[in-house]
Protein backbone atom coordinates (compact mmCIF):
# COMPACT_ATOMS: atom_id res chain seq x y z
CA UNK A 1 0.00 0.00 0.00
CA UNK A 2 2.13 3.01 -0.99
CA UNK A 3 0.11 6.24 0.88
CA UNK A 4 -0.31 7.01 4.30
CA UNK A 5 -3.51 7.37 6.60
CA UNK A 6 -5.37 10.48 5.47
CA UNK A 7 -2.94 10.68 2.68
CA UNK A 8 -0.96 14.57 2.35
CA UNK A 9 -3.67 16.69 3.45
CA UNK A 10 -3.22 14.59 6.96
CA UNK A 11 0.13 14.74 7.10
CA UNK A 12 0.62 18.66 6.55
CA UNK A 13 -2.08 19.25 9.24
CA UNK A 14 -0.42 16.49 12.24
CA UNK A 15 3.35 16.53 12.62
CA UNK A 16 3.33 12.50 13.69
CA UNK A 17 1.66 11.96 10.48
CA UNK A 18 3.88 14.30 8.62
CA UNK A 19 6.49 12.14 10.16
CA UNK A 20 5.78 9.10 8.84
CA UNK A 21 5.28 10.40 5.40
CA UNK A 22 8.56 12.12 5.35
CA UNK A 23 10.72 9.04 6.64
CA UNK A 24 8.46 6.66 3.95
CA UNK A 25 9.81 9.38 1.27
CA UNK A 26 13.16 11.22 2.47
CA UNK A 27 15.72 8.51 1.49
CA UNK A 28 14.27 8.29 -2.28
CA UNK A 29 14.00 11.86 -2.64
CA UNK A 30 17.35 12.76 -1.93
CA UNK A 31 18.59 10.09 -4.32
CA UNK A 32 16.01 11.79 -6.90
CA UNK A 33 18.14 14.90 -6.10
CA UNK A 34 21.36 13.52 -6.26
CA UNK A 35 20.73 12.00 -9.71
CA UNK A 36 19.78 15.62 -10.80
CA UNK A 37 21.90 18.03 -8.95
CA UNK A 38 26.17 18.11 -8.28
CA UNK A 39 26.84 19.24 -4.80
CA UNK A 40 25.64 18.17 -1.11
CA UNK A 41 24.06 21.76 -0.18
CA UNK A 42 22.07 21.70 -2.91
CA UNK A 43 20.67 18.20 -2.41
CA UNK A 44 19.88 19.66 1.27
CA UNK A 45 18.16 23.06 -0.14
CA UNK A 46 16.06 21.54 -2.17
CA UNK A 47 15.10 18.21 -0.01
CA UNK A 48 13.85 21.47 2.19
CA UNK A 49 11.92 22.88 -0.86
CA UNK A 50 10.16 19.51 -1.77
CA UNK A 51 8.84 18.73 1.69
CA UNK A 52 7.64 22.21 2.03
CA UNK A 53 5.97 22.32 -1.38
CA UNK A 54 4.34 19.26 0.29
CA UNK A 55 3.02 21.19 3.14
CA UNK A 56 2.01 24.30 0.91
CA UNK A 57 0.21 22.40 -1.64
CA UNK A 58 -0.96 18.75 0.37
CA UNK A 59 -4.56 20.07 -0.78
CA UNK A 60 -3.95 19.42 -4.15
CA UNK A 61 -3.55 15.88 -3.70
CA UNK A 62 -5.93 13.67 -5.52
CA UNK A 63 -5.80 9.95 -4.70
CA UNK A 64 -7.71 9.10 -8.06
CA UNK A 65 -5.58 10.80 -10.16
CA UNK A 66 -2.53 8.47 -8.30
CA UNK A 67 -0.35 7.51 -5.83
CA UNK A 68 1.26 9.67 -2.94
CA UNK A 69 4.52 8.31 -4.45
CA UNK A 70 3.71 9.47 -8.21
CA UNK A 71 2.29 13.24 -6.97
CA UNK A 72 5.82 13.40 -4.69
CA UNK A 73 7.65 12.55 -7.87
CA UNK A 74 5.73 15.56 -9.54
CA UNK A 75 6.21 18.27 -6.92
CA UNK A 76 10.20 17.01 -6.61
CA UNK A 77 10.34 17.36 -10.60
CA UNK A 78 8.99 21.02 -10.36
CA UNK A 79 11.40 21.72 -7.86
CA UNK A 80 14.52 21.10 -9.62
CA UNK A 81 12.95 22.78 -12.62
CA UNK A 82 12.46 25.42 -10.86
CA UNK A 83 15.77 25.92 -9.33
CA UNK A 84 17.31 25.64 -12.65
CA UNK A 85 15.33 28.38 -13.75
CA UNK A 86 16.29 30.09 -10.82
CA UNK A 87 20.07 29.43 -11.38
CA UNK A 88 20.00 30.34 -15.18
CA UNK A 89 18.14 33.61 -14.37
CA UNK A 90 21.18 33.99 -11.27
CA UNK A 91 17.95 35.04 -9.00
CA UNK A 92 18.48 34.96 -5.94
CA UNK A 93 15.71 32.71 -3.51
CA UNK A 94 14.23 33.35 -0.25
CA UNK A 95 14.37 30.04 1.26
CA UNK A 96 12.09 29.19 4.26
CA UNK A 97 14.01 26.48 5.62
CA UNK A 98 17.59 26.55 4.43
CA UNK A 99 18.57 22.74 4.40
CA UNK A 100 21.78 23.39 3.45
CA UNK A 101 22.13 25.35 7.39
CA UNK A 102 21.53 21.93 8.99
CA UNK A 103 24.48 20.12 7.05
CA UNK A 104 27.19 19.05 9.27
CA UNK A 105 30.37 17.35 8.21
CA UNK A 106 28.71 13.84 8.33
CA UNK A 107 26.00 14.59 6.15
CA UNK A 108 27.93 15.94 3.65
CA UNK A 109 30.07 13.04 3.65
CA UNK A 110 27.38 11.45 3.54
CA UNK A 111 25.69 13.16 0.66
CA UNK A 112 28.73 13.29 -1.20
CA UNK A 113 28.56 9.08 -1.21
CA UNK A 114 25.27 8.85 -2.36
CA UNK A 115 25.75 11.90 -4.99
CA UNK A 116 28.58 9.70 -6.55
CA UNK A 117 26.50 6.21 -6.16
CA UNK A 118 24.22 8.24 -8.69
CA UNK A 119 26.33 9.81 -11.04
CA UNK A 120 25.33 7.10 -13.53
CA UNK A 121 22.03 8.31 -13.57
CA UNK A 122 23.27 12.00 -13.68
CA UNK A 123 25.18 10.56 -16.64
CA UNK A 124 22.30 8.94 -18.18
CA UNK A 125 19.95 12.07 -17.51
CA UNK A 126 22.83 14.31 -19.35
CA UNK A 127 22.27 11.56 -22.11
CA UNK A 128 18.47 12.42 -23.04
CA UNK A 129 19.08 16.03 -23.69
CA UNK A 130 18.18 15.65 -26.72
CA UNK A 131 15.17 14.29 -26.80
CA UNK A 132 11.84 16.30 -26.77
CA UNK A 133 10.99 17.24 -23.03
CA UNK A 134 7.38 15.16 -22.82
CA UNK A 135 9.47 12.03 -23.66
CA UNK A 136 12.64 12.76 -21.55
CA UNK A 137 10.46 13.37 -18.33
CA UNK A 138 8.92 9.85 -18.99
CA UNK A 139 12.16 8.04 -19.85
CA UNK A 140 13.52 10.05 -16.50
CA UNK A 141 11.25 8.57 -13.78
CA UNK A 142 10.30 5.09 -15.25
CA UNK A 143 14.43 4.44 -16.41
CA UNK A 144 16.32 6.71 -14.34
CA UNK A 145 13.80 7.12 -11.28
CA UNK A 146 12.50 3.46 -11.35
CA UNK A 147 8.73 4.58 -11.21
CA UNK A 148 5.99 2.51 -12.77
CA UNK A 149 4.74 4.23 -16.14
CA UNK A 150 1.30 4.13 -14.18
CA UNK A 151 3.25 6.05 -11.64
CA UNK A 152 5.40 8.39 -13.94
CA UNK A 153 2.04 9.33 -15.74
CA UNK A 154 0.49 10.51 -12.90
CA UNK A 155 3.64 12.08 -11.93
CA UNK A 156 3.35 14.18 -15.21
CA UNK A 157 -0.32 14.65 -15.36
CA UNK A 158 -0.44 12.82 -18.27
CA UNK A 159 -2.61 9.34 -19.30
CA UNK A 160 -1.07 5.92 -18.89
CA UNK A 161 -1.26 5.64 -22.64
CA UNK A 162 0.59 8.84 -24.11
CA UNK A 163 3.52 7.84 -20.94
CA UNK A 164 3.62 4.38 -22.92
CA UNK A 165 4.01 5.96 -25.93
CA UNK A 166 6.55 8.63 -25.34
CA UNK A 167 8.38 6.32 -23.59
CA UNK A 168 8.62 3.94 -26.65
CA UNK A 169 9.56 6.63 -28.75
CA UNK A 170 12.16 7.66 -26.42
CA UNK A 171 13.73 4.30 -26.43
CA UNK A 172 13.60 3.96 -29.67
CA UNK A 173 15.20 7.20 -30.27
CA UNK A 174 17.85 6.04 -28.20
CA UNK A 175 18.14 2.86 -29.85
CA UNK A 176 18.74 4.37 -33.23
CA UNK A 177 21.32 6.92 -31.69
CA UNK A 178 23.45 4.67 -29.60
CA UNK A 179 26.59 3.87 -31.44
CA UNK A 180 26.33 0.53 -32.96
CA UNK A 181 29.93 -0.62 -31.58
CA UNK A 182 28.42 -0.59 -28.41
CA UNK A 183 31.03 2.23 -27.50
CA UNK A 184 29.74 5.58 -26.01
CA UNK A 185 31.38 8.46 -27.31
CA UNK A 186 30.08 10.74 -24.15
CA UNK A 187 30.76 8.33 -21.70
CA UNK A 188 26.97 7.87 -20.54
CA UNK A 189 25.57 4.98 -19.85
CA UNK A 190 22.92 5.06 -22.23
CA UNK A 191 22.36 1.51 -22.68
CA UNK A 192 21.43 1.97 -18.63
CA UNK A 193 18.31 3.87 -19.84
CA UNK A 194 17.51 2.18 -22.86
CA UNK A 195 16.71 -0.93 -21.09
CA UNK A 196 15.74 0.50 -17.98
CA UNK A 197 14.50 -2.03 -15.77
CA UNK A 198 11.28 0.59 -14.90
CA UNK A 199 8.10 0.78 -17.23
CA UNK A 200 5.55 -1.81 -16.13
CA UNK A 201 2.59 -0.28 -15.28
CA UNK B 1 22.69 9.80 20.06
CA UNK B 2 24.03 11.75 16.60
CA UNK B 3 21.21 12.78 14.80
CA UNK B 4 21.72 13.14 10.83
CA UNK B 5 20.55 16.37 7.89
CA UNK B 6 17.46 14.68 7.11
CA UNK B 7 16.26 13.99 11.47
CA UNK B 8 17.20 18.22 11.88
CA UNK B 9 14.91 18.66 8.32
CA UNK B 10 12.08 17.06 9.88
CA UNK B 11 12.24 18.64 13.67
CA UNK B 12 12.30 21.92 11.41
CA UNK B 13 9.34 20.73 9.16
CA UNK B 14 7.51 19.89 12.33
CA UNK B 15 7.57 23.21 13.86
CA UNK B 16 6.40 24.62 10.34
CA UNK B 17 3.69 22.43 10.30
CA UNK B 18 2.84 23.91 14.36
CA UNK B 19 3.32 27.14 13.32
CA UNK B 20 0.61 26.69 10.50
CA UNK B 21 -1.91 25.26 12.12
CA UNK B 22 -1.55 28.08 15.10
CA UNK B 23 -2.20 30.62 12.57
CA UNK B 24 -4.78 29.58 10.03
CA UNK B 25 -3.37 30.63 6.36
CA UNK B 26 -6.60 30.79 3.71
CA UNK B 27 -5.82 27.93 0.93
CA UNK B 28 -5.65 29.15 -2.56
CA UNK B 29 -5.91 26.14 -4.73
CA UNK B 30 -5.96 27.53 -8.06
CA UNK B 31 -4.37 29.66 -10.21
CA UNK B 32 -5.47 32.95 -9.94
CA UNK B 33 -5.84 34.29 -13.29
CA UNK B 34 -9.32 33.91 -14.13
CA UNK B 35 -9.22 35.29 -17.70
CA UNK B 36 -7.92 36.43 -21.06
CA UNK B 37 -7.46 40.17 -21.41
CA UNK B 38 -7.93 40.44 -25.46
CA UNK B 39 -5.21 43.03 -25.25
CA UNK B 40 -3.16 42.03 -27.89
CA UNK B 41 0.62 42.80 -28.40
CA UNK B 42 2.53 42.09 -31.45
CA UNK B 43 5.07 39.02 -30.63
CA UNK B 44 7.83 40.42 -32.82
CA UNK B 45 6.30 43.80 -33.54
CA UNK B 46 10.08 44.91 -34.59
CA UNK B 47 10.10 42.51 -37.20
CA UNK B 48 6.63 42.63 -38.35
CA UNK B 49 5.88 46.50 -38.15
CA UNK B 50 2.59 45.94 -36.05
CA UNK B 51 2.51 48.42 -33.11
CA UNK B 52 1.79 47.06 -29.84
CA UNK B 53 -1.75 47.60 -28.45
CA UNK B 54 -2.60 48.23 -24.63
CA UNK B 55 -5.35 48.58 -22.59
CA UNK B 56 -6.33 52.44 -21.59
CA UNK B 57 -3.42 53.61 -18.47
CA UNK B 58 -2.86 55.56 -15.99
CA UNK B 59 -0.66 58.12 -16.65
CA UNK B 60 2.65 58.24 -16.88
CA UNK B 61 3.76 59.75 -13.98
CA UNK B 62 2.07 57.10 -12.07
CA UNK B 63 3.17 53.78 -10.82
CA UNK B 64 2.88 50.73 -13.02
CA UNK B 65 1.63 48.89 -9.66
CA UNK B 66 0.55 49.49 -6.01
CA UNK B 67 1.62 46.83 -3.14
CA UNK B 68 -0.73 46.58 -0.17
CA UNK B 69 -0.29 44.74 2.52
CA UNK B 70 -3.29 43.39 5.07
CA UNK B 71 -2.86 42.06 8.40
CA UNK B 72 -3.92 38.83 7.56
CA UNK B 73 -0.32 38.45 5.34
CA UNK B 74 -1.68 38.45 2.32
CA UNK B 75 -0.65 40.74 -0.40
CA UNK B 76 -3.43 42.98 -3.34
CA UNK B 77 -1.70 43.84 -6.36
CA UNK B 78 -2.79 46.17 -8.15
CA UNK B 79 -1.71 46.48 -12.20
CA UNK B 80 -2.33 50.24 -13.04
CA UNK B 81 -0.18 50.38 -16.36
CA UNK B 82 0.68 47.03 -17.76
CA UNK B 83 3.88 48.27 -19.50
CA UNK B 84 5.95 46.92 -16.19
CA UNK B 85 9.49 46.08 -17.61
CA UNK B 86 11.96 43.82 -16.47
CA UNK B 87 13.36 46.12 -13.81
CA UNK B 88 10.80 46.79 -12.14
CA UNK B 89 9.17 43.56 -12.37
CA UNK B 90 12.46 42.63 -10.50
CA UNK B 91 12.06 45.48 -8.11
CA UNK B 92 8.51 44.06 -7.06
CA UNK B 93 9.78 40.69 -6.36
CA UNK B 94 12.07 42.32 -3.63
CA UNK B 95 9.14 44.07 -1.90
CA UNK B 96 6.89 40.53 -2.38
CA UNK B 97 9.76 38.39 -1.14
CA UNK B 98 9.24 39.67 2.79
CA UNK B 99 5.99 38.34 2.65
CA UNK B 100 6.78 34.92 1.51
CA UNK B 101 5.55 35.69 -2.35
CA UNK B 102 8.31 34.30 -4.86
CA UNK B 103 8.30 36.23 -7.71
CA UNK B 104 9.83 34.47 -11.50
CA UNK B 105 10.75 36.62 -13.99
CA UNK B 106 11.09 34.61 -17.78
CA UNK B 107 12.41 36.53 -20.72
CA UNK B 108 11.73 34.64 -23.86
CA UNK B 109 14.22 34.46 -26.91
CA UNK B 110 13.54 36.60 -29.79
CA UNK B 111 10.01 34.76 -31.92
CA UNK B 112 9.48 32.60 -29.02
CA UNK B 113 6.18 31.81 -26.93
CA UNK B 114 5.49 29.37 -24.30
CA UNK B 115 4.00 26.46 -25.52
CA UNK B 116 0.15 26.43 -25.29
CA UNK B 117 0.21 30.11 -25.37
CA UNK B 118 -2.68 31.43 -27.32
CA UNK B 119 -1.36 33.28 -30.21
CA UNK B 120 -3.47 35.03 -33.41
CA UNK B 121 -2.08 35.95 -36.84
CA UNK B 122 -2.55 38.69 -38.42
CA UNK B 123 -0.92 40.46 -41.30
CA UNK B 124 1.29 43.65 -41.37
CA UNK B 125 0.80 46.70 -43.76
CA UNK B 126 3.48 44.88 -46.32
CA UNK B 127 1.54 41.42 -46.45
CA UNK B 128 3.30 39.49 -44.09
CA UNK B 129 1.90 37.25 -41.62
CA UNK B 130 2.31 38.04 -37.81
CA UNK B 131 1.84 36.31 -34.63
CA UNK B 132 0.41 38.54 -31.77
CA UNK B 133 0.12 36.91 -28.28
CA UNK B 134 -2.89 37.92 -25.99
CA UNK B 135 -2.01 39.48 -23.06
CA UNK B 136 -3.06 37.69 -20.09
CA UNK B 137 -2.85 39.54 -16.96
CA UNK B 138 -5.55 40.84 -14.18
CA UNK B 139 -6.01 44.16 -12.75
CA UNK B 140 -6.04 43.07 -9.21
CA UNK B 141 -4.13 39.55 -7.74
CA UNK B 142 -4.47 38.64 -4.52
CA UNK B 143 -1.42 37.14 -3.14
CA UNK B 144 -0.87 34.77 0.12
CA UNK B 145 2.37 33.38 1.67
CA UNK B 146 3.80 30.54 -0.93
CA UNK B 147 2.80 31.93 -3.74
CA UNK B 148 5.01 32.19 -7.26
CA UNK B 149 3.87 34.97 -9.56
CA UNK B 150 5.09 34.05 -12.51
CA UNK B 151 5.91 37.26 -15.10
CA UNK B 152 6.61 35.60 -18.91
CA UNK B 153 8.85 38.60 -21.41
CA UNK B 154 9.04 38.62 -24.43
CA UNK B 155 12.82 39.85 -25.49
CA UNK B 156 11.82 43.38 -25.45
CA UNK B 157 11.58 42.82 -22.32
CA UNK B 158 9.46 46.25 -22.02
CA UNK B 159 6.07 44.04 -21.32
CA UNK B 160 5.09 40.99 -19.71
CA UNK B 161 2.32 39.01 -21.85
CA UNK B 162 1.67 36.52 -19.46
CA UNK B 163 1.50 36.63 -15.52
CA UNK B 164 -0.08 34.13 -13.53
CA UNK B 165 0.26 33.49 -9.67
CA UNK B 166 0.69 29.80 -8.39
CA UNK B 167 -0.49 28.41 -5.25
CA UNK B 168 2.72 26.84 -4.42
CA UNK B 169 5.92 26.57 -6.34
CA UNK B 170 5.09 23.06 -6.67
CA UNK B 171 2.18 24.09 -9.17
CA UNK B 172 4.09 26.34 -11.13
CA UNK B 173 3.97 24.86 -14.79
CA UNK B 174 7.40 25.27 -16.35
CA UNK B 175 7.51 27.72 -19.99
CA UNK B 176 8.52 25.39 -22.87
CA UNK B 177 9.80 27.44 -25.54
CA UNK B 178 8.08 27.03 -29.11
CA UNK B 179 8.02 29.11 -32.51
CA UNK B 180 4.61 29.97 -33.40
CA UNK B 181 3.48 28.83 -36.67
CA UNK B 182 0.68 29.86 -38.29
CA UNK B 183 -2.19 26.93 -38.82
CA UNK B 184 -2.33 26.91 -42.71
CA UNK B 185 -2.21 30.38 -44.72
Same mark, same amino acid.
Given at each position: ????????????????????????????????????????????????????????????????????????????????????????????????????????????????????????????????????????????????????????????????????????????????????????????????????????? | ?????? &?????? +??????? !?????????????????? +?????? %??????????????????? /????????????? %????? &????????????? !?????????? &????????????????????? /???????? +?????? !???????????????????? +???????????? &???????????????
Amino acid at each position: MDGIRGGPRAAARDPQLFEEFYRRHVEAMTSFLARRVADPHTVADLTAEIFLAVLDSADTYRPGRGSETAWLYGIARNVVSSERRRVARETVRDRRISGRRLLEPDDIARLEDKLDAESPGRRALAALERLPAGERAVLELVAVDQLTVAEAAAALDITKVAARVRLHRARKSLREEADPAGVDPRGTSLSYVIEGTGGEA | MKTTFE &DRLLVE +LREEIER !REAVPVPAVRRRLFTGRR +LVLAAA %TCAAAGLAVVLAPGTPAES /PAYAVERHADGTV %TLTVK &DQDIDVEAQRELA !RKLSPNGIET &DVQILRPGYVCKGDPVIWART /PQGERAPL +LVLQWN !RKITLHRGNVLVFVNRNDRE +LPYRVYVYPTEA &DVEPCVPVKPKPNRS
